[in-house]
């Protein structure tokens, strides 16, 4: 295993800094002599377990017809991205995740990896299509039984029966539990009557809901004898054949957004709808026709979160998506920050190339780690998810691992997107802030993934509930002695591994050796010291201040618990980005080819130490650096970056992008095109004698 080691045995090129100037570095690893990676392999690695589903999903979206169009109205566009659904129908995927009898393939993590490379055509189609297929479906087939299926699933499949996921309401987003819309059995009739008794229970934001929705899944508060059972999951018809809403049905459109304009946003409101008894999704809880509530799970808020975490894969789809569209914004901003020249040295040297900039650097080839670390996560994160959705590992345990999971790792990707995005467009300059190089746009139409399939800073209260779960779980019988020797001596195992990815092996023999001077590097060991014993012991403290709360009175305690939810929330992140170095670092330890084993362990440690960097304040304030140490990590980062930075093409090349996909002219090798037309006008003029002298040479003649 290669570590960290930032001082090469001889400089990365025999080139020197002109006198007054950036350096003229190498650009890439060939003519800086260093190992190259195995553009083919990683290529691999990164398109993960399914990578051939990933290419055909690429392979399709080469066609313009899935393309977004800029500047098309908001009608057009909307017209465009239905109709794009019909052609991925036409190419038979968009049943990967269906039974077999219904026209699928009975694939669920093949499904979502083709889904999330929609990312690439249009994240409005992609949104569109997880909203009939992932959402609306979805619905249908994880909440409903045979019958729901028999009746229904083949339509969702074919475009024939398009329908809204109506979950969300104007007046409660990710608070399910508490939304306002009723569904009230009539014995009598053997039906359920759907209502919106307010206008906060309008169920609001729902793709397909303002055009294009025939039915929608309607989540409302089951009451039936007099007694409330809780959110349950509804079939509502919402429109009929001519697009007219059916009585009882009404709804407005939520117009122009900020971003994913092409999906048909839009709220629904019901006024005493009345649907058949059968048309509650009755898989975890039923009404028998004299009006008896049944359900094979007692507890109510059990059977809420079970309904709830059937439908993950909205935030497992959105967590690659993210990724693959930061990664589509480097590929882009790095290429053009590869060819881009700006300022000479004072020397009358070439001016230099973006790339060469220690800055630049600092801005780019961080982030680049960062969504490395992003998609290997995103690999065992859907690999669980494929084996709980199969059947394979479906226990109540893997359930909860997965929705932790989720709640862990759909924030820092959505949020990291976002970061990355608005960082490739200011780096390409005035370029970056045109439609036609795309960073704009995806940087718009991902904002609202951060907020969307749950907010991103309540999925991590839920983590941390869960964290403070498995920390509590570890004292459990144990008497004073133990405890004591556990405050002194842990090891990380359950309290970080047991929500997360699986456990390397690894531990904290000592958590006070993390105090110690760091060596130079921050190897793999102390890296993992250092950001897994930052997680513990926030989870400790948070634990230790909350304590209290179990003898205290209801208000006082929620009181207590809202002082600890910054730190709670802080702990669960801390948690999420050691997940994502513990994937980065098993991705590593697959490699077999010394290249690039050598260089993704660079990017590798770039990441594990730009998580140091960010934290650096709390690692000084809890003695786990000396200031000292703490002080040479941003010098460390700076030196990483240099040595990555010949093989900054490589590793964004890696990705797979072909030019249908990046589709962004500052990376269409037209800025070189520019760059080597601008030196050959000087060099002809030059060489003429016919170039005009300037006017600091004559003042130095004086």
């Known amino acids: ?385 494929d084996g709980v959705f199969s059947g394979r590992t479906d226990t109540s345990e893997e359930r909860e691992d997965l929705e932790t999971l989720a709640a862990a790792l759909k924030p820092l990707s959505t949020w990291n997107a976002l970061d990355i995005l608005q960082e490739c467009r200011e780096a390409s300059g005035g370029a970056g802030f045109l439609a036609e190089n795309r960073l704009v746009g995806l940087r718009s139409d991902l904002d609202v993934y951060v907020t969307f399939e749950g907010d991103n800073n309540v999925l991590l209260q839920l983590v941390g509930k869960r964290l403070l779960s498995d920390y509590a779980s570890q004292f459990k019988g144990k008497d004073a002695a133990a405890l004591a020797r556990f405050a002194v001596g842990s090891t990380a195992g359950k309290v970080f591994h047991g929500a997360g990815l699986r456990q390397l092996g690894q531990s904290l023999a000592d958590l006070g050796s993390t105090a110690r001077s760091v060596e130079l590097g921050l190897r793999e060991d102390q890296q993992f010291e250092l950001l897994a014993g930052r997680v513990q012991q926030m989870v400790a403290d948070v634990a230790a201040r909350l304590r209290p709360a179990a003898k205290l009175p209801a208000a006082e305690a929620a009181a207590l618990f809202n002082e600890c939810q910054f730190d709670l929330i802080e702990a669960a992140r801390a948690h999420g980005e050691l997940l994502q170095w513990e994937a980065f670092t098993d991705a590593v330890h697959r490699v077999g080819d010394d290249g690039t084993l050598r260089v993704l362990t660079w990017l590798r440690d770039l990441f594990g130490m730009s998580l140091i960097e960010k934290h650096l304040s709390w690692y000084l304030i809890n003695g786990r650096l000396s200031a000292q140490r703490a002080g040479s990590v941003s010098r460390y980062i700076g030196r990483l970056s240099a040595r990555l930075r010949p093989h900054a093409q490589d590793l964004v090349d890696a990705w797979g992008f072909e030019p249908e996909h990046i589709r962004a002219h500052i990376a269409s090798g037209a800025e070189q095109q520019r760059q080597d037309e601008a030196h050959a006008y000087y060099a002809q003029l030059a060489a003429s004698g016919e170039a005009p002298v300037s006017e600091k040479s004559l003042q130095k003649k004086r």
């Not at 609001?204 to 409302?220: C, E, K, S």
């Open 1 to 385: 295993m290669t570590d960290a080691v930032v001082r090469p045995a001889k400089p990365a090129t025999s080139r020197r800094t002109p006198a007054g100037g950036a350096p003229a570095a190498a650009h890439s690893a060939a003519e800086a002599a260093e190992p190259r990676i195995d553009l083919p392999a990683v290529t691999e690695m990164l398109l993960g377990t399914w990578g051939k589903t990933r290419r055909e999903a690429r392979e399709m979206i080469k066609d313009p017809a899935f393309w977004r169009i800029d500047g098309q109205t908001v009608a057009e566009h909307r017209d465009r991205v239905f109709g794009q659904l019909g052609l991925i129908v036409e190419q038979g995927v968009s049943a990967r995740a269906y039974p077999v009898e219904y026209g699928g393939l009975g694939d669920n993590g093949a499904n979502i990896a083709g889904f999330e490379e929609l990312v690439l055509a249009d994240p409005s189609l992609q949104i569109k299509a997880g909203v009939q297929w992932g959402l609306f479906g979805a619905a249908i087939q994880q909440l409903g039984t045979k019958k729901h299926h028999d009746k229904w699933l083949a339509d969702v499949v074919t475009l024939k029966l398009p329908g809204a996921f109506a979950m969300t309401e104007t007046g409660h987003g990710s608070d399910v539990a508490a939304i306002g819309t009723t569904a009230t059995y009539d014995a009598d009739t053997e039906e359920f009557v759907i209502h919106t008794p307010f206008r906060g229970a309008w169920k609001d934001y729902l793709g397909n809901a303002a055009v294009h929705g025939r039915a929608a899944t309607v989540f409302a508060q089951l009451i039936t004898g007099g007694v409330n059972y809780g959110v349950h999951c509804f079939f509502v018809p919402i429109r009929d054949e001519a697009g007219d809403f059916l009585p009882g049905v009404g709804g407005e459109d939520d117009g122009v957004k900020g971003g994913l304009n092409g999906i048909d946003n839009g709220r629904l409101h019901f006024d005493h709808v009345r649907v058949p008894r059968e048309n509650l999704l009755n898989r975890y809880g039923d009404v028998a026709a004299d009006g008896t509530y049944s359900s094979e799970i007692a507890s109510p808020g059990r059977r809420f979160f079970t309904m709830l975490g059937a439908l993950v894969q909205g935030r497992v789809s959105l967590d690659g998506a993210a990724t693959t569209a930061a990664a589509l914004g480097l590929k882009i901003a790095v290429t053009y920050a590869n060819q881009r020249r700006q300022f000479d040295s004072g020397s009358g040297t070439p001016e230099v190339t973006l790339l060469d900039y220690g800055k630049h650097q600092r801005r780019l080839l961080p982030r680049l780690a960062t969504v490395y670390a992003q998609a290997f996560a995103h690999d065992e994160f859907l690999k669980k998810f």
